[in-house]
């Protein structure tokens, strides 16, 4: 069974690793107060640069097997051996309070995400060429060697689902990628029937 959409918009973002995602998501929420980003939970290790309920919520593979077990998320993933999953609750009590979530999952979580949000807004980023993806992903310096080759190895497989959302970017200039995000969050939040919920007074005053 679905879950309602309620009144806020619900924003998939995902891309190939070294696709520059995150920093394009950071941006974007920079500039746009009315998103929110919603936070995974986590059993990857906490890296030193970030800080727990900002970046992730990290916890233990046996904490997040419990949750899991209860049915706590929306959607869950293993990834590289470390396991992601996001809170159902929130997103629900969040949308339905009207407020516009951005969630930054792989393909494989958008597909989960679909099963009980169908008007969920999907948004695929891809980089400029397989060039640039690897020297971004060298680049970040967050990886080995073997990871990065992963990495790269898993982009045909994740760019095979690109047919699965609404929009495609690609991240060739980072200004240029937010700007394009940022007319669809407002191209989606001024659709029809989300105004005509949001100002279904005025109407009826009008009409």
Known sequence: MATTTGSG??????????AGKTSLIRVLLERD???????????????????DGRDYHFVSKDIFKQMQSRGEFLEYAEVYGNLYGTSKKWIDDAIAAGQDIVLEIDCQGATQVRRFFSHAIGIFILPPSCVALEKRLISRDQDDAEVIQKRLE???????HVNEFDYVIINDELEKAVNNVACIVNAERLK?????????ALITQLT
């Open 33 to 51: 107060a009315q998103l929110k980003l919603s936070i995974s939970y986590t059993s990857r290790p906490q890296r030193s640069a970030e800080i």
């Open 9 to 18: 918009c619900l924003f998939i973002i995902s891309a190939p690793s070294g």
């Open 154 to 160: 898993a982009v045909r497989e994740e760019v095979s």
């Open 192 to 200: 029809r029937e989300r105004q005509i919920e949001k100002h279904q």
